[in-house]
């Protein structure tokens, strides 16, 4: 078990659903992130946030939004996806500053769109 | 020209085999680098950082090449256990934590 925990695992969503996917980190760091991962692709950096505030938004369509209340909790909301979609969504946690910036993810949530 | 690019392989290699991967990448102030692993249906996980001066972790020995832009890890007496997809991994700033990663290359090692 990582120090950085992602539920559901598993999500199967029609395209007219609204879900969340949620991220908790208890290693104290202070960045969090979403990455995409779809087969045979390299992992898409899709948002990050340093200390609470979104400090990257990597072109991602509006139907994903991000959500950091507090340094340890993060949440990926989905509505109206497409098939397209469909892929495995890591959440990854990172002391900045620190100097390395070393990941540490989650198990990820795969996602099936139907 | 992506990024940051890798030989996807498969690389499939009997066990006790040395084998290397590149990774070259596009952004030459790029701060820092990295290997991870990820095994089938995992997470991603740190393997080694790469440091200017290359380092070693017991069989493994990452290689930094910055006037060419390249990295390298090699792995010597690969173990069957060693089969999985690692991921070169780039740090194009020092602020704002953008770290780009490769596709992957996929390693096998057979008995």
């Known amino acids: 078990e990582t120090g950085v925990t992602q539920t559901p695992r598993h999500l199967v969503m029609g395209m007219t659903n609204k879900k969340s996917l949620k991220c908790e980190q208890h290693?104290?760091?202070?960045?969090m992130y979403w990455y995409k991962q779809s087969a045979k692709k390299p992992l898409e950096l899709m948002f990050v946030?340093?200390?609470?505030?979104?400090?990257e938004n990597n072109s991602v369509p509006s139907r994903f939004s991000p959500e950091c209340p507090n340094s340890s909790h993060l949440f990926l909301h989905l509505h109206t996806l497409q098939p397209e979609d469909s892929a495995l969504y890591l959440c990854?946690?990172?002391?900045?500053?620190?100097?390395?910036?070393?990941?540490?993810f989650g198990a990820g949530s795969r996602l099936t769109v139907l | 020209r992506k990024e940051v690019e890798q030989d996807p392989g498969p690389f499939n290699v009997p066990e006790g085999a040395t084998v290397a991967f590149n990774c070259t990448y596009s952004?030459?102030?790029?701060?820092?680098f990295f290997w991870y692993r990820q095994d089938c249906r995992k997470e991603p996980k740190l393997l080694m950082s790469v440091y200017s001066s290359g380092n070693e972790d017991g069989r493994f020995t990452a290689q930094l090449n910055r006037a060419s832009q390249y990295i390298s890890l090699l792995i010597r007496d690969s173990k069957l256990s060693d089969s999985a997809t690692y991921l070169c991994?780039?740090?194009?700033?020092?602020?704002?934590?953008?770290?780009?990663f490769g596709q992957g290359t996929e390693l096998s090692v057979k008995p």
């Open positions: 990854a946690s990172s002391r900045l500053n620190s100097g390395a910036n070393v990941l540490t």
């Open positions: 946030y340093s200390l609470e505030e979104r400090v």
């Open positions: 952004n030459s102030a790029s701060q820092s």
């Open positions: 290693l104290g760091h202070n960045a």
């Open positions: 991994v780039v740090n194009f700033y020092n602020q704002g934590g953008k770290l780009i």
